[in-house]
């Protein structure tokens, strides 16, 4: 029942082994470790603070040391027993697998899962499980238990020693060792339909229905309530929300599909054929399984089907389009968001480099690898496949606002007056600049105000590269040059550093990081008076100071440079 990977947590090296063959069994799963005894996916420093958070954003968790340890870190934060995620305590060894909270969240089929991974027998202690050989009160995905209250005085009268008929399709309990007996007072019943008042059930709903609305923007959780209920249908009965793509963005289905507690789910329709919007042509264009239509069109049409609809194959999600920066490549400066995007991706797009740099890729995510003149192309590609659903990340290194894709992208959409696109969530994350990079690794050159500034003239007139150095220089600005040279452009770098020396002292501090972050990248220090265009390339940052920037060393070792907070005028 829970889709959400768990976070596997280790306090030292020991549990590594045991953790991966845990990780293997749960795709998405990371292993987090403690910072400084071991490496692992996720770096944490403090085990209390990190399992709390994990346990209050609702992750799985399975902890690799004592129960104890974990039961005295989460026992303040026990309050609400029906939304808790799975806890669980797993023996370094992998000898013993404790389940321990979220009894309702699947915790005892998480341990026989762990259990059966490390060859051993879970310690489940739940007495209805372990009698009956399931948790009745936990169905599997696609179904849902009407009443947990109802739910615990049905087991307890089970354990007293009462048997159950069984009405309807309860494949998941053909192998339990129920009390079954088919005059029995007590039924467990697998139905859509809502509850009839019978106190002698136990009531599981199939979720099996579909709701599609068109043009519908007003109280959309309450209209399908009420044509839920017209029909006798059981609100958790419900699998998805359906509407037109176009509607994607509009945050009105977003908290309509969260009151209602079900994925929402959207149909490209053409836009011009008002009847291919209408509900009851949206269900027939998305749902793939055999279904019956229960309500007809206004304003909202019930799709009924036999077994339980998985909400993933109706229709399409939300698509998505993230655009990201690696940073200069160290991968401790790639943003843990921007990690989390990669790991979502269906689907990723860059320039080839970059793209190879933010791998590796599961077998499930397509990699569009491009050359790096396509810019516009390529933001209209992603737009392309993000419109239709899939979940889409655009690479770029550094930040992808700074000379790269982010702009591309807000281009491309501006430009498009594309609905569908429109309807994509998009998102632009951060990434560390090379300026940043640089500048870290140099001290802080960039500590008062500085500009930056891309030396290339693909994309605009060599004269107002020119006009706007001669205003940075004389305005004493730092500056940071982004394409300085390339094998197409000789000439231009030198030019630039004329202008520069215009108007700055040749003991003026310059930073060069080349390849900053990558294997092999180092940063030097010299002056302009010193500087030679021959010392640079396409991957190098040129930093020029202002008439304030300084150097020092540190024992006659460690050169800093630095731009003082305060300016003291020339
Ligand atoms: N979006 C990127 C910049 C792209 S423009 C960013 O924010 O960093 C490409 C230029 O950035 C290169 O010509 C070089 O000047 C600089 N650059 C990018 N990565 C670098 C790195 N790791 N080390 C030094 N300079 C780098």
């Given at each position: 029942?829970?889709?959400?990977?768990?976070?596997?947590?280790?306090?030292?090296?020991?549990?590594?082994?045991?953790?991966?063959?845990?990780?293997?069994?749960?795709?998405?799963?990371?292993?987090?470790g403690l910072s400084g005894r071991v490496d692992a996916d996720v770096a944490?420093?403090?085990?209390?603070?990190?399992?709390?958070?994990?346990?209050?954003?609702?992750?799985?968790?399975?902890?690799?040391?004592?129960?104890?340890?974990?039961?005295?870190?989460?026992?303040?934060?026990?309050?609400?027993?029906?939304?808790?995620?799975?806890?669980?305590?797993?023996?370094?060894?992998?000898?013993?697998?404790?389940?321990?909270?979220?009894?309702?969240?699947?915790?005892?089929?998480?341990?026989?899962?762990?259990?059966?991974?490390?060859?051993?027998?879970?310690?489940?202690?739940?007495?209805?499980?372990?009698?009956?050989?399931?948790?009745?009160?936990?169905?599997?995905?696609?179904?849902?238990?009407?009443?947990?209250?109802?739910?615990?005085?049905?087991?307890?009268?089970?354990l007293a020693g009462e048997s159950t008929r069984i009405e309807g399709e309860a494949p998941w309990l053909d192998n339990a060792q129920l009390p079954r007996s088919a005059d029995a007072r007590l039924a467990i019943r697998v139905t859509p339909q809502a509850w009839n008042g019978s106190t002698d059930e136990l009531l599981i709903h199939p979720r099996s229905v579909v709701a599609a609305i068109g043009d519908l923007d007003e109280d959309i959780a309450g209209h399908v309530q009420g044509a839920l209920s017209a029909n006798g249908i059981a609100t958790l009965a419900l699998a998805a929300l359906l509407a037109p793509v176009e509607r994607a963005g509009e945050a009105a289905l977003t908290e309509a599909a969260a009151t209602l507690g079900v994925a929402l789910r959207f149909v490209a329709t053409p836009a011009?054929?008002?009847?291919?919007?209408?509900?009851?042509?949206?269900?027939?264009?998305?749902?793939?399984?055999?279904?019956?239509i229960l309500a007809g069109d206004t304003p909202v049409a019930l799709a009924l089907a036999r077994a339980p609809v998985d909400p993933s194959s109706v229709g399409q999600a939300r698509g998505r389009l993230?655009?990201?920066g690696l940073g200069p490549g160290d991968a401790r400066l790639l943003v843990p968001a921007a990690r989390e995007a990669l790991d979502a991706a269906t689907d990723v797009l860059g320039y080839e480099t970059y793209v190879t740099m933010a791998g590796p890729f599961r077998a499930d995510q397509r990699v569009h690898g491009t050359d790096n003149r396509e810019e516009m192309q390529r933001a209209r590609h992603a737009f392309e496949l993000a419109a239709g659903g899939a979940s889409v990340v655009m690479v770029s290194s550094g930040d992808p606002g700074v000379f790269a894709m982010a702009a591309a992208v807000l281009e491309a959409l501006h430009e498009s007056g594309n609905a569908r696109w429109a309807s994509v969530e998009?998102?632009?994350?951060?990434?560390?600049?090379?300026?940043?990079?640089?500048?870290?690794?140099?001290?802080?050159?960039?500590g008062h105000d500085f500009c930056m500034l891309s030396l290339s003239d693909n994309l605009k007139p060599w004269d107002v590269i020119e006009n706007r150095l001669r205003h940075a220089a004389s305005a004493d600005l730092v500056m940071a040059f982004y394409n300085p040279v390339s094998r197409a452009r000789p000439w231009q770098l030198d030019r630039a550093l004329d202008i520069v020396r215009e108007f700055r002292a040749p003991e003026t501090t310059v930073v060069l990081g080349r390849d900053v972050g990558r294997p092999g990248g180092a940063v030097r220090h010299t002056s302009l008076g010193e500087l030679r265009s021959d010392m640079v390339d396409m991957r190098t940052m040129v930093i020029i100071g202002s008439s304030l920037t300084r150097a020092f060393s540190v024992d006659g070792k460690v050169e800093w440079v630095y731009t003082p907070r305060w300016y003291r005028p020339l």
């Open positions: 029942m829970n889709a959400i990977a768990p976070a596997i947590v280790i306090l030292g090296a020991g549990a590594l082994d045991t953790a991966r063959r845990i990780q293997a069994r749960y795709p998405g799963a990371q292993v987090h944490y420093t403090e085990l209390n603070a990190h399992l709390r958070d994990l346990y209050r954003r609702g992750t799985p968790l399975v902890a690799l040391c004592a129960a104890g340890i974990v039961i005295r870190c989460l026992a303040p934060l026990l309050a609400d027993k029906g939304t808790e995620p799975p806890v669980l305590a797993v023996a370094e060894d992998g000898s013993a697998v404790v389940p321990l909270l979220g009894g309702l969240a699947g915790v005892n089929r998480m341990a026989r899962e762990i259990a059966d991974a490390l060859d051993v027998t879970p310690a489940i202690t739940t007495s209805g499980e372990l009698r009956f050989g399931t948790c009745v009160l936990n169905p599997p995905d696609g179904y849902a238990l009407s009443s947990l209250a109802q739910g615990k005085r049905f087991v307890s009268d089970l011009t054929a008002s009847e291919a919007r209408k509900p009851h042509a949206l269900i027939s264009t998305a749902m793939r399984v055999p279904h019956e993230c655009v990201i998009l998102e632009i994350l951060p990434g560390v600049s090379a300026a940043m990079a640089t500048a870290a690794q140099a001290g802080a050159p960039l």
